[in-house]
């Protein structure tokens, strides 16, 4: 564990301080990954390949964030991590907006500031991103992980949601000035939101001064690509690590081609397929709110007071919800390929609901369950090990698009009706969501039967039980 004294955890106060670091994150990112994607191919006519690469190259770059873990992990605080990442994302906003407007008379070189500018936002993310998911790991207690962790990922909704708001109104009427000055300002609030919120919060309890030691008693002189290769001998971080990218694969595939499916198929209009992307998103939080409710115990003491005592034990089991959403996901996913098939004769509403609330309870079980094995292993290696699956959920969401459109197209031309097309696809996306949950159910399986892990759990002092993966 770090140098800072872990007695003090964090409540609730303080897990919505970081939660709003996570909002202005995601502010920063709707403006460059939406607003100037529109920007680029509306008012500038340029073709939809280019924003498309350049988020795409902002994923790319989120390789690097193992090696961010690890430099948090021997500098002992997360806090410089964060703030360091939300100025290289707040320079990156603005860098990538203004390219945006410089493409309008000087293509070639605004293409090439785009992508310094997509660049930093990528180390940004990387950075702020790792750092906070490892403070929370090392701070909440395990029955508030998954309340945790849907609070700061609702809070960073949000920041989409007000950001987008905001500044659409503030872009109308749209010229390149006031896309330049609209950009600024939030990037500006933003870091400035940041470095309120982060103010004293990886004090320890009390007054006392923090003092800044080593993550790990050899972590300072341990290699970085040692270290990581220390994580991966673990059987348990290495299937967790697939898991996430197979699991955030299915995910990310079908976000593209969801509206364009009930367009296709269902002969939806842009506005009624736009509400059925909130119909999904309403599923999410629903899922959300289920996972958190479960993993602070309350259904389960529920269950107890109404006679229901068998399985109580489990109702609020991380693990569980994980295995369960991806399940759900591939069922979900098996009613879009009869939507596919039956074309108007299947309730496609409710299904992309249900979608959505299966997606949102193992994304956030998946998270808590992220939380609980980052200080596991051989060493406390917190910080490579978030970045590890971080690394893996951004090389996922970057070819999600890509296979997911790609697939359709594909499937389009060796099949030749749309329907089916589709649904073969999703078909496609269900057999991830089963091999995620497999790969969910063996993790624990994988940590016991791993004897380098079982022999540091046997060394653990007495009355210090072991992180638990459930």
């Not at 591939?330 to 609330?357: D, I, R």
């Amino acid at each position: 564990m770090s140098g800072l004294s872990l007695n003090h955890t964090f409540g609730w106060l303080s897990i919505a301080r970081l939660g709003l670091v996570q909002a202005c994150l995601g502010a920063i990112v709707v403006l460059t990954t939406s607003t100037l994607n529109r920007v680029m191919v509306v008012e500038l006519a340029l073709p939809a390949l280019l924003p498309g690469a350049l988020v795409a190259l902002h994923y790319l770059i989120q390789v690097v964030r193992p090696r961010m873990g690890h430099g948090s992990d021997v500098g002992g605080r997360r806090t410089p991590w964060m703030i360091g990442g939300m100025a290289a994302l707040a320079v990156g906003g603005v860098t990538s907006a203004a390219a945006t407007v410089w493409m309008s008379s000087q293509q070639a070189a605004g293409i090439a500031l785009a992508v310094v500018g997509f660049s930093l936002i990528g180390l940004g993310v990387s950075a702020c991103g790792t750092s906070l998911l490892v403070l929370l790991a090392k701070r909440v207690p395990e029955t508030r992980r998954a309340a945790a962790a849907t609070i700061v990922w609702m809070m960073m909704i949000v920041g989409f949601a007000v950001t987008a708001g905001v500044a659409g109104k503030l872009l109308d009427p749209y010229s390149p000035q006031r896309l330049l000055a609209v950009t600024s300002c939030v990037s500006a609030i933003a870091f400035v939101v940041t470095l309120l919120a982060l103010w004293g919060l990886e004090r320890p309890a009390g007054d006392e001064p923090v003092t800044v030691k080593p993550a790990d008693s050899d972590a300072s002189a341990v290699p970085f690509r040692q270290a990581l290769a220390q994580v991966w001998q673990d059987a348990a971080a290495r299937r967790f690590t697939i898991f996430v990218f197979v699991s955030m694969l299915a995910y990310s595939s079908q976000d593209l081609i969801l509206e364009p499916f009930a367009g296709s198929v269902f002969g939806y209009t842009p506005g009624q397929s736009t509400q059925l992307s909130g119909v999904q998103h309403g599923g999410v939080l629903l899922g959300m709110l289920l996972v958190a409710v479960a993993g602070s115990g309350t259904l389960g003491r529920l269950m107890v007071r109404l006679g229901m005592r068998a399985g109580s034990d489990r109702i609020g089991s991380l693990r569980s919800w994980t295995v369960g959403g991806c399940l759900a996901s591939a069922l979900a996913l098996s009613g879009l390929v009869m939507a596919g098939l039956l074309a108007g004769a299947w309730p496609l509403a409710a299904t992309v609901f249900l979608m959505g609330a299966a997606n949102g309870a193992f994304s956030i079980a998946a998270i808590g369950s992220m939380m609980s094995l980052a200080g596991q292993g051989q060493t406390s290696r917190e910080g490579i090990r978030m970045g590890l699956w971080g690394a893996a959920q951004a090389v996922a969401f970057g070819l999600g698009g890509i296979v997911g459109t790609g697939a359709s197209d594909l499937a389009r031309w060796l099949i030749g009706a749309t329907g089916p097309a589709y649904a073969a696809v999703f078909a496609f996306e269900a057999v991830l969501f089963l091999v995620a949950a497999w790969l969910a159910c063996s993790i624990g399986a994988a940590r016991q039967s791993d004897p380098v892990v079982a022999e540091v759990d046997r060394s653990r002092q007495p009355g210090v039980p072991a992180l638990s993966v459930h």
